[in-house]
């Protein structure tokens, strides 16, 4: 079952997941954080959420399954989905069991790959899916110093953000280079580094977008991965997006 904001002051959460949620809603209201779509979701209650205690993540992918469902039910709605664990490493051990939850959500989606998305991460037109939805997922790591934009408060969490939510920002949306360039504008003034040089130029569909190298950015600006960490497998028959 999803969370929604009023779960964690209505005493149906533990506290540690209390602790989480408020840390969380506190970094994005602040008026200077630099992501609108996380700010504006929270605002007008469009944020769900999953809990994840003593790593019993097996609800995992039922629960993303649904946030799927909801998304697309309401496509004018920027529904986002926010997993928060009750536990956290150092950051390069966050990193690791990022891509290691993706992995074992990939493994177990419920849906055919959608056909309009490249199943090879090295192509620029590749982002995650899962029950036929592509999404750009990110985790918030605790362990981030300097680029504070990614530490969203005090715990470790995944964030999903459907692609269709990105309406009005993409490649060749008519304004989006303008919104993308207010975006980097604050994330300079919110991070104690600049936007890492190899995508600060770049969005989604570029010839040069590896997408995935977005998902976990270090906390310096050295050289990004050149391998996603992701093994995708086309375990069924491929289906149109949204079918």
């Not at 956290?88 to 069991?97: S, V």
């Not at 362990?143 to 939510?165: E, H, N, T, V």
């Not at 304004?175 to 980097?184: E, K, M, N, T, V």
Request: glycine content about 6%; some cysteine; hydrophobic content about 35%.
């Amino acid at each position: 079952m999803l969370l929604v904001r009023e779960d964690f002051a209505r005493g149906r959460c533990p506290r540690w997941a209390v602790q989480a949620h408020e840390s969380f809603v506190t970094a994005l209201r602040d008026t200077d954080y630099p992501c609108y779509f996380g700010a504006q979701a929270e605002r007008q209650g469009h944020l769900r959420y999953a809990l994840v205690a003593r790593g019993q993540y097996e609800h995992l992918a039922d629960d993303l399954a649904q946030f799927v469902e909801l998304s697309r039910s309401n496509p004018r709605a920027r529904h986002l989905f926010v997993v928060f664990f009750d536990d956290h490493g150092d950051f390069r051990n966050d990193e690791d069991r990022f891509w290691e939850l993706l992995q074992w959500l990939h493994e177990r989606d419920p849906a055919p790959w959608p056909d309009k998305i490249p199943m090879d991460p090295n192509h620029p037109g590749w982002e995650f899916c899962f029950a036929g939805d592509p999404m750009f997922v990110f985790p918030s790591i605790p362990g981030y110093r300097k680029r504070r934009s990614r530490r969203i408060g005090d715990a470790f969490a995944l964030c999903f953000q459907p692609r269709r939510i990105f309406a009005g920002v993409e490649r060749d949306d008519p304004g989006g280079a303008a919104i993308r360039s207010d975006i980097y504008r604050r994330v300079r003034r919110w991070d104690e580094l600049p936007p890492h040089p190899q995508l600060e130029h770049l969005a989604y569909g570029d010839p040069d977008m590896r997408e995935w190298k977005q998902y976990v950015l270090p906390d310096e600006n050295v050289p990004l991965r050149t391998q996603c960490p992701l093994k995708i497998t086309d375990r069924q028959p491929r289906r149109a997006m949204g079918s």
